[in-house]
């Protein structure tokens, strides 16, 4: 006789990964996704799961920085909250998108009007080795900046 499984925990989810590996949800009825860290039923486990229970865990997307106007990330915003944006193809868009997510990474806080065609040759040579990498980075740039032959 097999035994009888245990009773999930409220508000508890489980799901496979694209990868194989079982990862844990909390999650009320209405509120936000907080994944729970380690395996079930480990001692960290249980301290995100209790404090998930308690409320304390904060909303990341409530944490997110505000970007300063006219940053390289206030126009990397704009930018993707364009209509020019919105209207890329779908895998065009997802290979600028993954540029201007290393770009704001590298650089974000930089003044856009301070960038400079030394900057834009810096992520030529930094994307030297992939391919279609530089080629790319610069069709992304030349839509913010006027740079020529850079």
């Known amino acids: ?10 508000f508890i989810q ?3 990964s694209r990868h194989g590996r ?3 949800y ?7 996704r907080i994944r729970l860290p380690e395996t079930y039923d480990t001692p960290a486990f249980w301290h995100a799961y209790n404090a998930a229970l308690a409320g304390e865990v904060e909303d990341k997307r409530a944490a997110l920085p505000q970007h300063r106007h006219g940053s390289l990330s206030w126009l990397i915003r704009q930018y993707k909250q364009s209509q020019a944006f919105c209207e890329l193809a779908d895998n065009t868009r997802k290979t600028r998108d993954a540029i201007l997510r290393q770009i704001d990474q590298s650089g974000g806080a ?3 009007a301070n ?6 040759r810096e992520g030529l040579e930094k994307r030297a080795g992939e391919p279609g990498g530089q080629r790319n980075f610069l069709q992304t740039m030349r839509g913010h900046f006027p740079m020529g032959r850079a």
């Open 110 to 112: 930089l003044t856009a």
């Open 14 to 16: 489980r799901e496979t």
């Open 1 to 10: 006789m097999s035994p009888m499984p245990k009773k999930r925990l409220p």
């Open 26 to 32: 909390f999650r009320r009825p209405g509120g936000p």
């Open 115 to 120: 960038i400079t065609a030394k900057h834009i």
């Open 22 to 24: 079982v990862v844990w």
